[in-house]
């Protein structure tokens, strides 16, 4: 979903660019703030899905298993004794209260990336440099009737550099582990929806700027003043 909006936004900002520098105004300059504001209207709804998403991935609610409490806790407990990553990195449990049926994990891995940089001499070269990752998992199970529980699992992540992409299939792959060892889940809370909402008061104060701003510009280009 980023990426459509960065694409969606480059594409938005070019073409008011270029209409209102080229064809509108005539003047060079005087299309990048239109553009500039036409590509946050383009990416805006993309940026917004993605970030929906994110929290309902990582915050996926209140979930039914039906399973009692015991035995989802005692399975969870062993999947994160046994889940293994990369050059075998593994969860910490922090926490793991029978008391009160909550479980803290963390798991903490590296991975090499590569990076382009440039030389005093304007040579560009690859590097390799190690990113940390850093995965949290808050876990309280409670009971629900006799014979099943209910599991909220909530998820921090931390990744150095802009590539989360590791972190988000690790979570995906425990969720799937947790509901192939306690059977299918049924979500007991509506997750945020991904609906657009009206724009934001900054957005559309930007583009009255604008829209002030290139008016002053057509009214100097046609009467020269």
């Keep these: 979903m980023i990426v459509l909006g960065i694409i969606f936004g480059l594409i938005a900002f070019c073409a008011i660019n270029s209409l209102v520098g ?20 383009a990416a805006y709804p993309f940026f917004h899905k993605a970030r929906i998403h ?9 979930v039914k298993y039906p399973v009692n409490v015991q ?14 990553y990369f050059y075998g990195d593994k969860w910490y449990v922090v926490t793991a209260d029978t008391a009160t ?29 190690r990113m940390q990752r850093f995965i949290r998992l808050n876990l309280t199970l409670n009971p629900n ?13 931390k990744a150095e550099g802009f590539n989360k992409q590791s972190c988000e299939n690790i979570v995906a792959d ?8 306690i059977g299918p889940g049924q979500n007991q809370e509506a997750l945020v929806s991904d ?19 290139m008016f002053i510009d ?8």
Aim: charged share 20%.
């Design 101 to 129: 049926n909550c479980i803290v994990a963390d798991l903490r891995f590296y991975e090499e990336e590569i990076r382009i940089e440039t030389t005093g001499y304007g040579h560009c070269h690859q590097r390799q440099v």
């Design 54 to 62: 994110s929290i309902n991935f990582l915050h996926p609610g209140l």
């Design 145 to 157: 009737g006799i014979a099943e529980s209910n599991v909220q699992m909530d998820f921090e992540i």
């Design 71 to 84: 035995v989802a806790f005692s399975k969870i407990r062993r999947i994160l004794s046994e889940s293994s």
């Design 218 to 225: 057509i009214n100097k280009n046609l009467w020269g003043s």
């Design 195 to 213: 609906s657009i909402p009206p724009a934001s008061w900054w957005l559309i104060g930007a583009t009255s700027f604008a829209l002030i701003c």
């Design 174 to 181: 425990l969720k799937t582990k947790i509901e192939e060892e």
């Design 22 to 41: 080229e064809f509108v105004i005539s003047k060079a300059g005087t299309g990048v703030l239109p553009g500039l504001v036409a590509a946050v209207w």
